[in-house]
């Protein structure tokens, strides 16, 4: 394969993907990307490690509060913690930005958030009905626009959540 083929062979991503990692780091990469309850079997055969193996880490995973665990399920099903992710997310902005960086990204948000509202006349995203308006590209815009807003509102969690930990250094409640 040359630099600039289009795709790479199975045979080079599967050897890139052995070699640059290890069992714990494939079943680590794999849980991350699954959304829905996923059976260990599976991840084992995404991670190209053996069932035993994947549930193994699957489990410290879960102990470690990155992946969540049905083990009455059979066979036991895991996927990712949105929770874990989102502090991690708020750690890592409370590491890069000063508190004011953090509180100044909150006000442009919250004027976002209100500009939405006023434009939407409602607080709540999930109310709009983005059908209601015309041709398709009415329709198209609105779609952008309600997804948008609720990423504002989402950021604004994320945000407020780093200022509590800048705050705190680095703890949720304050000491």
Request: aromatic share 8%; proline share 4%; net charge negative.
């Amino acid at each position: 394969m040359t630099e600039f083929d289009p795709a790479p062979t199975s045979d080079d991503t599967q050897h890139r993907w052995q070699t640059g990692t290890d069992t714990f780091g494939r079943v680590y990469d794999v849980v991350l990307g699954v959304t829905s309850p996923t059976a260990y079997t599976e991840i084992a055969e995404l991670a190209d490690c053996s069932p035993n193996a994947a549930k193994k880490h699957l489990d410290r995973l879960a102990e470690m509060g990155i992946a969540r665990a049905d083990r009455d399920s059979r066979p036991a099903t895991y996927e990712r913690n949105e929770g874990y992710l989102e502090w991690q997310d708020a750690s890592r902005i409370a590491t890069e930005l000063s508190i004011e960086a953090i509180i100044d990204r909150v006000e442009t948000l919250e004027t976002q958030r209100t500009e939405y509202e006023s434009q939407f006349e409602t607080t709540d995203p999930t109310t709009v009905n983005v059908f209601d308006h015309g041709d398709h590209e009415n329709i198209h815009e609105r779609m952008i626009a309600v997804s948008e807003w609720q990423g504002v509102i989402r950021d604004i969690r994320l945000y407020e959540l780093a200022r509590q930990l800048s705050q705190n250094d680095g703890h949720l409640i304050p000491a």
